[in-house]
């Protein structure tokens, strides 16, 4: 597969984002991490509401604990080396169908205090909205979707709540905001980037006939035909989101929309189930580096089914656990050096809580190009270095091309300059090739042993 590489020079920004002094101070005194979350989220709470009032982002960051939201660094981001590498890699990875293409996604990607106080929304998993994690390289968000009486004279009306399912009653939703008021700003968004392939999973908290009817109609009002349809949906039950689709062939239908969740015959005009053909976890602690990778899903689950990690950072989940630490808080949360793992080993979707593109979590999810590459000065050509990442480099020199096999597998041409490189591949029954996601670029980088740099076909 030839491609054209987009010529990045700018750096790349902020590593993880650093824990303010008293959060340091709480986690090593409190025996409970519950104590420290709650603290995070008042503060976080009231800074949401200096913003809304108009202050400066720096004024409204000089809480004592919580996480920070700064215009200045989101738009740092927009100009950085990692989002355009990012798009990059994105864009690489449409032709790879569903069960093996990744995407950076957040968990309760609308559970934020930005989207107003509530109940719920104090005890958040987000500080950004749905456009700035957009804008920050998001392209899976979650949306809960429930059932219940609202303030319009007590009719009930589909919210979207952090909250109790309806065997509880859905304690938690007071005053959420409604899905038809949810949903335009995706649309939006999708209006002006209309290349893009979001994956929306609806978590089914809606309990009622009704709640589906209202779901799916909402839905067609405002995405319509972007969605990617369910074509072959069994009475009384749903269609299984086609894993051997790739969002290619999604953007080439004319759409950019796919929505996944419980398999519900109730909505299953527009939402695939995933019941079957996914997994996912919220337990991180054991995750090892390529190729060890997963002590919870063996490779043959990665092969057949969507793997997805999630973390949780509110204050409920930790109360409901009273006896974790906050360094057992840290064991399961998904740390830069864990997205770097998890991505390398092939991992389809990330639940990422308390997302900000700055935060080092996108950085480690870069798999191809090294930074401040591609550098056009050096050559117009692609190699895999010794650490796996790419670089830029001449054409002529003669080096080891990446030929990729029918069933996947990566071996090594002898050393060939590009014109040689797809002959030396096809004499060994291979294509000359590149990797598109995160798990073959391990893979290829295995084949390669001790060559200190393979030929790839990017050019």
Excluded at 307 to 331: C, G, H, I, K, M
Excluded at 370 to 394: E, I, K, L, Y
Excluded at 440 to 459: F, I
Aim: aromatic share 6%; hydrophobic share 40%.
């Amino acid at each position: 597969m030839a491609a054209s590489a987009v010529l990045i020079f700018a750096a790349g920004i902020s590593s993880a984002a650093k824990a303010k002094p008293f959060d340091d101070a709480c986690n090593q005194a409190s025996p409970s991490a519950m104590a420290c979350i709650g603290a995070d989220k008042l503060n976080e709470a009231a800074a949401a509401e200096c913003r809304a009032a108009g202050a400066p982002d720096d004024a409204c960051a000089e809480t004592p604990a919580g996480h920070d939201v700064r215009q200045a660094d989101l738009a740092a981001y927009a100009a950085s080396w990692t989002h355009r590498t990012a798009q990059f890699q994105y864009a690489l990875g449409n032709s790879v169908a569903l069960r093996d293409a990744q995407w950076l996604g957040t968990h309760n990607s609308f559970n934020t205090d930005a989207n107003g106080p509530t109940l719920s929304h104090t005890d958040n998993n987000q500080q950004l909205t749905l456009t700035q994690q957009l804008d920050g390289d998001i392209r899976a968000l979650e949306l809960d979707v429930h059932y219940i009486p609202t303030t319009d004279g007590g009719a009930s009306h589909v919210v979207v709540c952090h909250g109790r399912g309806p065997d509880q009653y859905h304690a938690g939703c007071t005053t959420e905001p409604l899905f038809k008021d949810v949903l335009p700003e995706i649309a939006t968004w999708l209006n002006h980037h209309s290349d893009q392939v979001v994956l929306l999973y609806l978590e089914d908290e809606l309990g009622a006939d009704a709640g589906y009817a209202e779901t799916v109609s909402t839905l067609n009002s405002v995405l319509g035909s972007r969605i990617y349809k369910p074509t072959e949906v069994p009475s009384g039950g749903c269609q299984n989101v086609p894993l051997d689709v790739s969002r290619a062939d999604v953007l080439a239908a004319g759409k950019n929309v796919i929505l996944v969740g419980n398999c519900r015959s109730g909505w299953s005009s527009d939402v695939f189930g995933w019941d079957a053909n996914h997994v996912e976890s919220g337990s991180t602690p054991d995750y090892k580096p390529f190729p060890a990778c997963d002590a919870t899903y063996n490779s043959g689950v990665y092969a057949a089914k969507l793997v997805r990690y999630f973390e949780d950072s509110t204050w409920l989940s930790a109360a409901t656990s009273p006896n974790t630490t906050p360094a057992d808080q840290e064991a399961g949360s998904l740390t830069p050096a864990k997205v770097r793992s998890m991505t390398a080993c092939g991992v389809n979707l990330f639940g990422l809580d308390q997302f900000e593109p700055g935060d080092g979590r996108v950085d480690a999810s870069i798999w191809s190009w090294a930074p401040n590459q591609p550098d056009a000065s050096a050559g117009a050509c692609a190699v895999q270095g010794a650490d796996g990442r790419w670089t830029s480099a001449d054409c002529v020199t003669p080096r080891p091309a990446a030929c990729r096999a029918s069933d996947g597998t990566w071996s090594l041409s002898p050393a060939v300059p590009l014109a040689g490189a797809a002959g030396a591949c096809s004499a060994r029954g291979a294509t000359f090739s590149l990797p598109r996601t995160g798990l073959e670029n391990s893979q290829l980088h295995q084949a390669a042993g001790s060559a200190p740099e393979v030929l790839l076909d990017l050019h």
